[in-house]
């Protein structure tokens, strides 16, 4: 190793890379939590949640997948029937803020425009954005299915969609006062479809990092930064991640031709791939991200500590830290974390166990490097 790439992991590990940078910010800049955002009803547990849980574990970024949970007044047609206000909102920074948090408010854009049967709000009110407007929802939804279904897409190529969503973007980054936004842009398997009027015989990976730039774009003119999922821009095959945690259909060589100050949110949930160099090497910053594998969980913080202290100076500032992902609505994840004894959690022979009991574990193995 070379002697200034010691002399750097040896400051990391002692003082803070910086003046004033406490350890822990050196090795996890970014120590995060995404979770969907709560209802109106359940606002003020959340607050409690964020003061007194997130905060004392340090947690400084929060992800609050909002969607049409929100009472738009550039599109009241796109709200769900019980949305946030804006006092909501102002409750939840507020809260955030004094604790030292960071709200990145999130909508999906260009794919999970559907889940199962149900055709989410965007293409419901305006099905003239649909990717594939031939493929019918199902009243029972099974996977696989001949349509190969999994979520809708909106189409990159319409030449109204971007005025309708760039509107909900802007609003909802207002409200949050927030300096990023996150557009998911995960598992896309409707892309450059070939009955699509627009899409049809374009470079599939082309679309997607167009899409990934009008995004980014769009929020840099605003002074803001753009935070997506990472599986689309991974090689499936290659990397044997295969088509949900990678992609199958083309759109990995958009690794290469999206903007580096793009942040990549690189979840990985049954094994601690370590496709994070990957991205660092590509010139991307990362965030490592867990779900329900405390194990898993524990190792990927042990990686990215490694990755931070290990690499050279012109990779090691790319890899920005952890990110616990829960995939369900507030109200459940709340009763399991409350119910739930960390001292005997409960997991199964695969080594699964309720996302609480892994946030728990990767913010205590997180903590370790205080």
């Known amino acids: 190793m070379h002697i200034k790439w010691i002399l750097a992991a040896i400051v990391c590990l002692c003082f803070g890379t910086v003046a004033g940078q406490s350890k822990l910010d050196s090795l996890f800049p970014v120590r995060a939590l995404a979770i969907a955002a709560p209802t109106p009803q359940n606002v003020d ?5 964020i003061q007194q849980e997130l905060v004392p574990r340090k947690v400084n970024t929060l992800i609050l997948r909002v ?51 149900e055709t989410y709000n965007l293409l419901a009110v305006y099905p003239q954005f649909d990717e594939t407007p031939w493929v019918k929802m199902p009243a029972k939804y099974v996977w696989p299915n001949t349509d190969s279904l999994y979520c809708k897409s909106y189409c990159p190529l319409h030449p109204d969609v971007h005025k309708i969503v760039f509107d909900l973007v802007d609003e909802i980054c207002t409200a949050f006062d927030a ?49 997506i999922w990472g599986d689309r821009l991974l090689d499936g095959h290659s990397t044997g991640l295969g088509g949900w945690e990678a992609s199958f259909n083309g759109t990995w060589p958009a690794i290469d031709l999206i903007p580096k100050d793009v942040v990549i949110c690189d979840w990985h949930y049954e094994r ?99």
């Open 45 to 49: 547990s959340f607050v409690v949640f």
């Open 67 to 117: 969607d049409f949970n929100y009472q738009y007044k550039s599109h009241p047609e796109l709200r769900d029937n019980n949305p946030l206000t804006e006092k909501d909102v102002r409750k939840l920074t507020a809260a955030a803020k004094a604790g030292g948090i960071n709200i990145i408010p999130q909508i999906n854009l260009l794919g999970h425009q559907s889940w199962a049967a």
């Open 179 to 227: 300096t990023a936004f996150h557009a998911g842009m995960d598992e896309v398997f409707y892309i450059g479809d070939s009955k699509c009027p627009r899409c049809k015989g374009k470079d599939k990976a082309v679309l997607y990092a167009d899409e990934v730039k009008r995004v980014r774009d769009h929020l840099a003119a605003k002074g803001k930064k753009l935070w």
């Open 272 to 370: 601690p791939d370590k496709s994070a160099v990957l991205f660092a090497a590509k010139g991307l910053s990362v965030i490592t991200c867990s779900w329900n594998r405390p194990a898993v969980a524990e190792q990927q913080v042990k990686d990215m500590a490694n990755f931070r202290i290990g690499s050279s100076p012109e990779m090691s500032g790319r890899f920005l830290g952890m990110m616990e992902t829960v995939w369900s609505p507030v109200t459940p994840f709340l009763h399991a974390y409350y119910k739930d004894d960390p001292a005997h959690p409960v997991i199964n022979e695969k080594g699964i166990s309720n996302p609480s009991t892994t946030f728990r574990k990767m913010f205590d193995a997180i903590l370790q490097y205080q």
